[in-house]
């Protein structure tokens, strides 16, 4: 597998996609123009050229599609396909999915922008994890019997599927998230539509017509994209939507909160935002606790959402930590996704750019301390390139340090104290996920217990796994995806009373 090559190497498969002219919606199992004729472009973020142009759903595609995924949740996705059926077909898409991954870690450099290597070894692999973890819990999703104080009665529960799942994603990790809701939407029973986000709708597009060649029957997966608005905003808004799934930004899942309260109260789940602390203490092997920081910020150029970018050093060790991750991150490699050498590819969009730009001139305004970077590249074309740059800071309240930036940027800081430390590291509105780097096994835990974060690592970062329960405290969202729980997020209990008395004395 070569890591290292030109997009005019991209595999047939690849070109031919994107050769194929405009991309329409996937609307039970079908393709078709959007009603307003409108389309937009999907840009490479390594070099600003578009890569394809995009339909944009309104509110009559919606409506169009949520037709569908009704029409097949009471047809014959409720009432034909079992458990173990919902599986095999899942199993199927995973297959698939494994003989196009080549092609669909291709699409996802070119309009993401993350290292080839990363597309093709990290996230393919994961998403393929990912379905099948899912679909084995088909047909494990179990009720139970229910002890209750009345006489004669038989009481149950059922785990049932909600209905209709629309599902948000941002531009991230594009396939990941899509297979992050449709796995569980799905195992469990509900018909979706999902919504890729316009940065990056390529390789949703491409699974749906692999979703039809596993054979998922029409309407189960309907693929609609479009901006937030008004494609997303429609969707949130919509009376016939039981439950929206939502990973983006906090801004924007309180707008869908608000907008499922207005319209049906539809059930809502949201992975936001975060603004993750590392903490390093003196008693750590620094060297791999420097190493792991580094990746935990600036792999996907600290574009994901557990980004570790606060980090807490003991100050006995401060110094010797800063060089240490200076001298690191300043060997790092800023390329294309494509090129033989790249640890950080660039950044989604141009307005993100001027975005980070904003929070790195801000902060030196503010009295932050540049220690490595700063700067736009602009010597790698047209794309939109960023130096890894490190801040060391003092004051928490600078927004460098409170707000979620989405870039290669981190904010490096010492601290004395236990207290202090607790009370610094949870001093944002975020709550998503937070790592700790100590040889003292107790003091792991305890800062564990004590950190506001749905999920810490002790002695590493980033791990994420189908298994193991995922989501956020505070602003960084609520629910749980991954493991079990994520069967608890696409599915409701229905309580049943059976009134087991007979009569059985003889008629008079
Ligand atoms: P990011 O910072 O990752 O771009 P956003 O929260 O802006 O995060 O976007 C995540 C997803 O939410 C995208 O698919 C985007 O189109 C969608 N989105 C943006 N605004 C809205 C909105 N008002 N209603 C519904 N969805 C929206």
Known sequence: MAFNMSEAELKDSTRAFLDSGPKQLFI??????????????????????????????????????VAAARAAFKGHWSQKFLAGDRAALLFK??????????????????????????????????????????????????????????????????????????AIIPWNFPLLMAIWKLGPAL??????????????????????????????????????????????????????????AFTGSTA???????????????????????????????DAD???????????????????????????????IYNEALDALKGHVEKMQVNHGFAEKVHVGPIITEAQ????????????????????????????????????????????????????????????????DWDELIQRANSTMYGLAAGVWTRDIAKGHNYAHQVQAGTVWINGYGMIDPAAPFGGYKMSGFGREMGKESIELYTQVKTVWVNTYQDTSKPE
């Open 187 to 244: 195992t469990a029973g509900n018909t979706l539509i999902l919504k890729p986000a316009e940065q990056t709708p390529l390789s949703a597009l491409y699974l749906a017509d692999l979703v039809a060649e596993a054979g998922f029957p029409p309407g189960v997966v309907n693929i609609l994209t479009g901006p937030g608005l008004p494609t997303g905003a429609a969707l949130a808004a919509h009376m016939d939507i039981d439950k929206l």
């Open 252 to 282: 924007v899942g309180a707008k869908i909160m608000e907008a499922a309260a207005r319209s049906n109260l539809k059930r809502v789940s949201l992975e936001l935002g975060g603004k993750s602390p590392n903490v390093i203490f003196a």
């Open 28 to 65: 039970n199992n079908g393709w078709v123009a959007p009603q307003s004729g409108e389309y937009f472009a999907s840009l490479n973020p390594a070099s600003g050229k578009p890569l394809a142009e995009i339909a944009l759903a309104n509110e009559a595609d919606v409506d169009a599609a």
């Open 286 to 316: 620094i060297p791999a606790a420097v190493r792991g920081a580094q990746w935990a910020v600036f792999s996907t150029a600290g574009q994901e959402c557990v980004a570790g970018s606060r980090i807490f050093v003991e100050r006995a």
């Open 93 to 166: 898409l995973a297959d698939l999915i494994d003989a196009h991954a080549d092609t669909l870690a291709e699409l996802e450099t070119l309009d993401n922008g993350k290292p080839y290597r990363v597309s093709r070894k990290g996230d393919l692999p994961y998403v393929t994890k990912h379905l099948r973890y899912q679909a084995g819990w088909a047909d494990k999703i179990e009720g139970s019997t229910v002890p209750v104080t009345f006489p004669n009665q038989f009481v149950y529960t059922r785990r049932e599927p909600l209905g209709v799942v629309a």
């Open 353 to 416: 750019m001027k975005r980070i730009q904003g929070y790195v001139t801000d902060g030196q305004k503010a009295g932050a301390e540049i220690i490595s970077g700063g700067a736009a590249i602009k010597d790698l074309g047209d794309g939109y390139f960023f130096e890894p740059t490190i801040f060391a800071y003092q004051d928490d309240s600078l927004p460098l340090v409170q707000e979620e930036i989405f870039g290669p940027v981190a904010a490096v800081t010492a601290f004395d």
